[in-house]
């Protein structure tokens, strides 16, 4: 980086070029020496900012959550408008990165702007009829899910994939009945287990789900 381009040294910037970064090399080629390098700085300098790797991908979990925008409902929206947006986002912010959802799943503490703002999350919930303990299981379990969602989803990225019919011919393979096992059915009938509409079909899982709760509980 010429030294007439550098940008200033600073922690927002250390995580902008270091997101930047891992859409190149991914998490396993992210190093400090590696950032420090696209700094055009030596490691130590990082240091007066960051002092660890986790608390670089710390602060890069943090910037990818905030990405996805956080806040309470709407005027208007319901809580089952407002949980299935914000799921989508954070499904979005998460795709936006390579290996996203691993950054997020490594961190160890997040900012507390970003923790300030789960806390207004929750009591808007509690607004609508949640007792603190349900708004927070049904964030973090929305926040699970979207996770685990993505993490396959990156994971199937990163290795060349053989055409699906290919695929489904050597699943086929594997089961007594071959084509016309249940399991082929459903993948026919249904089909990328990772894509939209398999997304969908849990998010709503776990939205009626947590309506059901409510009746039951009397609350709503």
């Known amino acids: 980086m010429d030294s007439d381009k550098r940008p ?16 190149e090399v991914g998490l396993e080629g992210l190093t400090v020496r590696r950032l420090a390098a ?5 490691s130590p300098a990082l240091y007066w900012h960051i002092r660890t790797k986790q608390q670089l991908l710390d602060g890069m979990a943090d910037a990818i959550i905030l990405g996805a925008g956080m806040g309470p409902p709407r005027d208007g ?12 986002a954070y499904r979005d912010s998460l795709l936006a990165h390579r290996d996203g959802a691993r950054i997020v799943c490594t961190a160890a503490q997040l900012s507390p702007a970003t923790v300030g703002m789960f806390d207004q999350e929750l009591a808007a919930m509690v607004g609508r009829g949640f007792t603190p ?11 699970h899910y ?19 019919e290919d695929l489904l011919a050597a699943l086929a393979g594997q089961l007594d009945d071959g084509m016309s096992a249940p399991l082929i059915a459903a993948l026919l009938e249904g089909g990328n287990p990772l894509g939209e509409e398999a997304f969908e079909h849990g998010l709503r899982a ?15």
Do not use: C, K, Y
């Not at 200033?8 to 891992?22: N, P, V, Y």
């Not at 303990?133 to 926040?143: D, F």
């Not at 776990?206 to 709503?220: E, K, Y």
């Open 146 to 164: 979207v996770n685990g969602f993505v993490l396959q989803v990156q994971g199937e990225r990163r290795e060349p994939s053989a055409p699906p």
């Open 133 to 143: 303990a349900l708004a927070l299981r049904t964030i973090t379990s929305v926040a």
């Open 206 to 220: 776990l939205i009626d789900g947590t309506a059901a709760v409510l009746h039951t509980s009397g609350r709503q």
């Open 38 to 42: 696209e700094l055009g700085v030596q």
């Open 8 to 23: 200033r040294l600073s922690r927002e910037t250390m995580i902008e070029t270091a997101l930047r970064l891992l859409d």
């Open 77 to 88: 929206e319901s809580w089952q408008e407002w949980l299935g947006r914000r799921a989508r």
